[in-house]
């Protein structure tokens, strides 16, 4: 396996409040692993207060926790590919309105644009879905991604097969394997479990 210490990896969140600690989780492991890890927010997750926490504690939370200041802008995510800033880009959690914008090639968050600019240098973006409707109307969009070239997964599944059937959330504890092979440009498998 590549090993991740000192590689820059680009950790990005959308809007599925509900993971948002498992996420940071996540990223104090990666840190702790010693990557250098450069938050990215949509504007969604960087400005919506929820009942899982209010958006400036995550924030703060994050850039504490990586040293880097929160990508949340147009601008500010635009020079990720032509500055080669990041090695890997992750999106964990990854919601359903990102999928969709990422299967249709629209790049007008932060997220999406740091997606594009990323994949100009060909380097690899994990996805960690994290979604109610991922087994209804994301689902196209998730078989689209994993067709198209430098896309890997992190596995996931139902996460509440009686009362949400068809809401999906990956295995946030198998981020940094997923990243490692994805690295390599190798899906870990199973994708689903």
Not at 97 to 123: C, E, F, M, W
Request: aromatic share 10%; charged share 20%.
């Amino acid at each position: 396996m590549i090993a991740i210490k000192n590689m820059n990896i680009g950790f990005a969140l959308t809007g599925s409040f509900c993971t948002f600690e498992r996420a940071i989780k996540q990223i104090e492991y990666f840190v702790s692993m010693g990557a250098n890890v450069l938050p990215i927010m949509s504007y969604n997750s960087f400005k919506t207060d929820t009942r899982f926490g209010d958006a400036e504690h995550f924030i703060r939370r994050i850039e504490s926790i990586t040293g880097n200041r929160v990508i949340s802008t147009l601008v500010d995510a635009e020079p990720i590919g032509p500055k080669d800033m990041t090695d890997l880009l992750i999106i964990l959690p990854c919601s359903g309105n990102t999928l969709a914008k990422l299967a249709l090639g629209i790049y007008d968050t932060p997220v999406t644009l740091a997606v594009k600019s990323h994949l100009r240098n060909q380097k690899p973006v994990l996805i960690g879905v994290s979604s109610n409707d991922s087994l209804s109307a994301s689902a196209k969009n998730i078989g689209a991604l994993l067709n198209y070239k430098h896309y890997y997964f992190i596995p996931m599944r139902q996460d509440d097969p009686v009362k949400k059937p068809f809401s999906v959330v990956c295995d946030f504890e198998r981020a940094y394997e997923s990243a490692e092979c994805a690295l390599e440009r190798k899906q870990i498998e199973p994708i689903i479990f």
